[in-house]
């Protein structure tokens, strides 16, 4: 459904950016904590770049959504390296979901003292607030109509909240908005453009398609040989220099494509490969690990 439309939003000029951005300000000033949605199969690449400068200094939580077709050791890592970089952070599958309280619990740890100050200063009681971010596709309307369904009291006309802007309560003491913040990836990097083109959240014929199947072919060779094993009873040498035509040919054979004026159809087989990769029916993959990020 999202995805037809969001696949459109690779197209991010620096008006679009300059516009997200500026809603994303004007909103930021009601709201107590972020929270960053991320993809849990490329939590890197799945980052707007410049979120620390659109945000400034709210508090964040970062949470690794369709974990269900991520590579487990790999999710728990970058779990691990968000928290140590002093953010709460939590892995979660959208599409079985009822971490409700584990959500609402991090946020109230994370606003604990803002909230004791507020009260100390005799202001009155009040839910904290908070505002759901990220690139297109990582989940950002399914985790706001999972939270909303579960309660969905709108409650617009607050003070700074304009009408178009709906704030639902999901708790006595959590609100959040009902729209997302939809930011923009870092497709200028070309790692990230490949991995966000490996997610399926842009189209992935926006780079040259066998590039991204040689690349994903050479990266599964490296770290899920099983996987293709298992798939299509691919067993790669990369040592070989004629590995990826053999590959071409060994897909088309195991699937039995029909081949084009007697060549392998090249086409056919990347079609065949990435549709199997997006559906997850290849196994659950990480497209990266923590050396891609600059420490
Ligand atoms: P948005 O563009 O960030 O609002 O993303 P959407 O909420 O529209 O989700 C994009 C796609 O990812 C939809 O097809 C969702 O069903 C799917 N999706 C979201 N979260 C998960 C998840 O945790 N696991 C799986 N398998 N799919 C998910």
């Not at 849990?40 to 077709?69: C, G, H, Q, V, W």
């Not at 309307?141 to 579960?150: D, G, K, P, V, Y």
């Not at 003491?173 to 939809?182: I, K, M, Q, W």
């Not at 009873?233 to 007697?262: C, M, S, T, Y």
């Amino acid at each position: 459904m999202a995805n037809e439309n969001t696949k459109m939003n690779i197209h991010w000029f620096p008006g679009h950016m300059a516009k997200a951005r500026r809603e994303i300000s004007e909103k930021i000033k009601v709201v107590d904590i972020v929270i960053e949605l991320v993809d849990a199969r490329a939590p890197y690449s799945s980052k707007n770049p410049m979120i620390n400068e659109i945000i400034k200094n709210k508090p964040r939580f970062i949470i690794l959504t369709k974990k269900d077709m991520a590579d487990d050791q790999y999710t728990k890592q970058w779990v691990q390296y968000y928290e140590q970089c002093g953010y709460q952070a939590m892995s979660v599958n959208l599409k079985n979901f009822n971490e409700y309280q584990k959500i609402i619990e991090k946020c109230r740890y994370v606003l604990k003292d803002k909230m004791e100050k507020e009260k100390a200063r005799g202001l009155k009681p009040r839910a904290m607030r908070a505002m759901v971010l990220g690139i297109p596709n990582v989940g950002k309307s399914t985790f706001i109509n999972r939270l909303a369904n579960r309660k969905a009291t709108v409650t617009g006309n607050k003070p700074g909240v304009t009408k178009a802007q709906q704030i639902i309560r999901v708790a006595k003491d959590f609100e959040l908005f009902d729209t997302p913040g939809v930011l923009w990836p870092k497709l200028d990097d070309a790692h990230v453009a490949q991995n966000i083109a490996l997610l399926g959240s842009i189209k992935q014929s926006i780079l040259p398609l066998d590039d991204l199947f040689i690349a994903a072919m050479r990266y599964l060779s490296l770290h899920y040989p099983q996987l293709l094993k298992d798939r299509y009873q691919l067993e790669i040498d990369l040592e070989n220099e004629n590995w990826i035509v053999d590959a071409f040919d060994h897909i088309a054979k195991v699937r039995k494509i029909k081949p084009l004026k007697g060549e392998t159809d090249y086409d056919r087989v990347m079609e065949v490969f990435f549709s199997e990769i997006n559906d997850g029916s290849i196994g659950k993959i990480t497209w990266e690990d923590l050396s891609c990020v600059n420490v």
